[in-house]
């Protein structure tokens, strides 16, 4: 019996190398093009100081998992039943290592191969076709309400005075649910959510899918599953990279001990054993000018930024100081080469400001459930203007539709681009 399990094993490998063997003479998708290296977190280091590094803790349990491919566990099974022999329990150990590394690298060469092949449905851009960058700025109410107390704002006041004065600012941009996550849930399907909706599957359309198969690279930092609106990882829906909290209660730490990149868990040097360091909001604003600094060439990209500070922040201060700070940093960071024509940035509140009256007041005098959005591209939309007219966030995803020439429209969407509104005034 052994001699016959080892023989599988033999034939497994020799199918493993002729699999390799095949992968790459060609007959595939191509390869992708070259992008910087994400082996290292987003702002895991200061001026040389390390300030992220992989957690390494050990699993919850000892108990280890089955194996991924099929025929695999059924190995594995024959194998823990072959009756007690002298012989085969001395090579049982090894035989079920080896059952192992096949399964290992089986699966291995299923995820390179998925990954190519949905690599090759990726629109490949053409040299000089339009591809801005897009970064999409979400943030509490409360961070915005400058934008509305203040109307149409003036230049070189500060970094959301700019935002305003340089952009255009629809102070009525309706919320369209009862949450944050509903929120979020509206601006990744471009549809009106009903009440608390259900999280986003894996196979829904999202807006971020749609950037991707239009040929962008595609990020998320922030709280990553966006109040809620999102289950499970958000590579599954449509993003290349991930970095930030896993939840909305992990934001809540002003001085987080643990972040999380593409899924690895990585632990804050500065706030181990109690320290309090490094602020929560100060890493994930590393986090983005990393991702701008590596994305200022190559492939266009999409940045969905979930900004959020936690409640009890004090010496930090205020919420709409401290979005001012980041702003003015964004800002900074867009001036470089061929960035700043060459990048739309879409701000939009989370949720409502409603218990604001004055600065929710709609066209005929009611109060509305609104917040603000600012949509940013010099060079490309004429700035200083402000609109009363109502929109939604449902509108973003249409308006993205347009700005990166996705191919395929947001068919199932209930909003409108913006840049429709605009054309009209």
């Known amino acids: 019996m052994s001699r016959i399990t080892r023989g599988i094993i033999g034939v497994l490998g020799f199918t493993v190398l002729v699999a390799i063997g095949c992968e790459h003479k060609g007959g595939g998708a191509q390869p992708a093009a070259k992008q910087a290296p994400r082996d290292e977190a987003p702002g895991a ?8 590094e992989p957690d390494g803790a050990e699993p919850a349990d000892d108990i280890e998992p089955p194996a991924k491919n099929p025929m695999m566990r059924g190995l594995e099974t024959v194998l823990e039943a072959l009756p007690e022999n002298e012989s085969l329990d001395e090579s049982r150990p090894s035989l079920r290592e080896e059952l192992r590394g096949a399964d290992s690298l089986l699966s291995q060469i299923k995820a390179e191969n998925l990954a190519a092949i949905k690599e090759a449905n990726r629109q490949q851009r053409v040299l000089g076709q339009d591809s801005p960058n897009v970064l999409l700025l979400v943030a509490p109410s409360a961070a915005l309400v400058p934008i509305l107390d203040r109307g149409q704002a003036v230049a070189n006041l500060g970094a959301l005075d700019r935002l305003a004065a340089e952009g255009v600012v629809f102070r009525q941009c309706r919320s369209n649910g009862e949450s944050a996550a509903a929120s979020h849930w509206s601006i990744l399907t471009g549809r009106k959510a009903e009440g608390n909706a259900d999280p986003i599957r894996e196979h829904d359309f999202t807006l971020p899918k749609l950037a991707w198969q239009a040929g962008y690279t595609t990020s998320l930092i922030g709280e990553c599953s966006l109040g809620g609106a999102i289950a499970g990882n958000p590579r599954s829906h449509g993003f290349d990279e991930w970095f930030g909290f896993r939840t909305a209660s992990e934001a809540e730490d002003s001085h987080p001990e643990y972040l999380w990149n593409n899924g690895t868990r990585l632990r804050v040097v500065a706030n181990t054993k109690g320290k309090r360091g490094e602020f929560g909001t100060d890493l994930l604003m590393r986090g983005v000018v990393d ?4 994305h200022r060439q190559g492939r266009p990209s999409l940045l969905y930024y979930s900004w959020s500070m936690p409640e009890n922040s004090p010496g930090v201060g205020s919420v709409a100081d401290r979005f001012e700070q980041d702003m003015a940093e964004i800002l900074a960071q867009l001036e470089g080469p061929g960035l700043k024509r060459n990048t739309v940035v879409i701000v939009a509140a989370e949720d409502s400001v409603s218990s604001n009256r004055e ?16 949509l940013w591209a010099p060079g490309r939309i004429p700035g200083g203007q402000v609109v009363d007219r109502p929109c939604s966030v449902c509108d973003i995803l249409p308006t993205v539709t347009e700005l990166v020439g996705a191919r395929h429209g947001a068919r199932a969407a209930e909003g409108v681009s913006l840049l429709s509104e605009l054309r009209k005034r």
């Open 291 to 294: 991702y701008l600094r590596r």
């Open 359 to 374: 600065a929710t007041l709609s066209g005929n005098g009611n109060e509305a459930a609104v917040g603000p959005l600012v």
């Open 45 to 52: 280091k200061s001026g040389g100081e390390v300030l992220l």
